[in-house]
């Protein structure tokens, strides 16, 4: 069945860049029905949506952070990505990667996520 | 931005009570609402689409309701594996997507 896996690295330093990237197996990330997605979770407390992209490109963004959010979708490699920039001691969080299934449900299309990596953990500290 | 807020952000239950948390939304997002439980140290797991549908493998004891801006998920007799976060998710249409602060439900 479909899986995903975060990766990146556990310890970045405040203003610089944080990356990380979503390893999809068990299937492909083309389908025109989906969104992959991002969400995190700092120490505590609860969960945050930080992202979307389609197959095709299209992205979307949590307004609060969308001036230094960038994400990204790799079909040849079937992955997809986030870089945060200037990064602060608030975004030290869980991050995880998430399948946001598009399907038609009772009357209408409906977005869930229902399938979700392990989690990676980030911290920013100098 | 469409924001939701549940209620309560805590309780406290005993083995085989019925529990119901609530969530509200701050317009009208038809039936565009997920559930999701969260047990420590792990990824969330759906519970519900479309504020109502019971996804593939929940236990039946799960169920969602509501419409517009008021929703409900109950428990209706809660089990030791149940003790855990749940939160609410707008899905209206594209996003940005919005999540409840979330409840957590403990043992009393």
């Known amino acids: 069945q479909l899986q995903l896996k975060e990766s990146g690295p556990g310890l970045v330093k405040p203003s610089e860049t944080l990356s990380l990237t979503c390893t999809v197996s068990g299937g492909s990330i083309t389908n025109s029905n989906n969104f992959w997605g991002w969400i995190r979770q700092p120490p505590g407390k609860g969960l945050e949506w930080i992202g979307s992209?389609?197959?095709?490109?299209?992205?979307f963004h949590n307004p609060s952070l969308k001036s230094r959010i960038t994400i990204s979708v790799d079909t040849s490699t079937n992955q997809f990505s986030l870089r945060l920039n200037s990064v602060t001691a608030a975004d030290t969080a869980m991050y995880y990667c998430?399948?946001?299934?598009?399907?038609?449900?009772?009357?209408?299309?409906?977005?869930?996520?229902?399938?979700w990596g392990t989690g990676t953990t980030v911290t920013v500290s100098s | 931005d469409i924001q939701v807020t549940q209620s309560p952000t805590s309780l406290s239950a005993s083995v085989g009570d019925r529990v119901t948390i609530t969530c509200r939304a701050s317009?009208?997002?038809?039936?565009?609402l997920n559930w999701y439980q969260q047990r420590p140290g792990k990824a969330p797991k759906l519970l519900i689409s479309a504020a109502s549908v019971l996804h593939s493998g929940v236990p039946s004891r799960f169920s969602g309701s509501g419409y517009g801006t008021d929703f409900t998920l109950t428990i209706s007799s809660l089990q030791p594996e149940d003790f855990a976060t749940y939160y609410c998710q707008q899905s209206y249409i594209t996003p940005p997507w919005t999540f409840g602060q979330g409840t957590k439900v403990d043992i009393k």
């Open positions: 992209i389609s197959d095709s490109g299209d992205t």
């Open positions: 317009q009208s997002i038809s039936n565009y």
């Open positions: 998430a399948l946001d299934s598009g399907d038609i449900v009772l009357d209408g299309f409906h977005y869930y996520m229902d399938v």
